[in-house]
């Protein structure tokens, strides 16, 4: 399948999804992502029992937090948007996707350490800079949560700017 010259389905891996996206550490977990068109995306992640967020969030009845699916989710679609979008193509090359709003998000089981979770997300383009992101989360074929989101995006430097007056 083609648009705009895109071959889909993108195919991307962990290390893949590390060079288009800034994070690290405890709050990267993506491990793959398959970009099926320019706004359709199925991702996956799981978070390892030794994660550090994992192990705070709670002693001895470890959790994934509801926040840290809606930040997985917001990595996958701004990673996915980065390499199968055209239109983002078009936005000056420092732009960043940064999370603008939570919109409505449903959380319907728990999550727990090394699931593999799978995230299948729609974005739609609602303004030149905005995206909204909806995504139906799943452990195998159990729905754990609805999340809906937006996503801006901002030249890198004004965050700078920004950050440093703060």
């Known amino acids: 399948m ?21 994070h690290r550490g405890a709050i990267f977990v993506c491990r793959q992502l398959t ?75 728990p999550v727990l350490p090394d699931q593999d979770v799978e995230f299948f997300i729609q974005c739609r383009q609602m303004a030149p800079l905005l995206v909204q992101i909806n995504a139906q989360v799943k452990i195998a074929d159990l729905e754990v949560a609805k999340l809906e989101i937006a996503l801006a995006y901002a030249p890198r430097t004004q965050l700078q700017v920004a950050s440093l007056a703060g």
Not at 8 to 21: A, C, F, G, K
Request: charged share 15%.
């Open 2 to 22: 083609s648009d705009n010259g895109y071959q889909y389905p993108i195919q991307l891996q962990r290390s893949d999804i590390e060079q288009v996206l800034p």
């Open 35 to 109: 970009i099926e068109g320019p706004h359709r995306f199925h991702g996956l992640a799981s978070w390892p029992r030794d994660n550090a967020v994992i192990q705070g969030h709670f002693p001895g009845m470890p959790i994934v937090p509801g926040v840290m699916l809606i930040e997985s989710m917001a990595q996958l679609a701004g990673a996915g948007l980065l390499v199968g979008d055209p239109y983002v193509k078009t936005l000056p090359q420092d732009s960043v996707g940064m999370l603008a709003a939570v919109r409505n998000c449903w959380f319907k089981q």
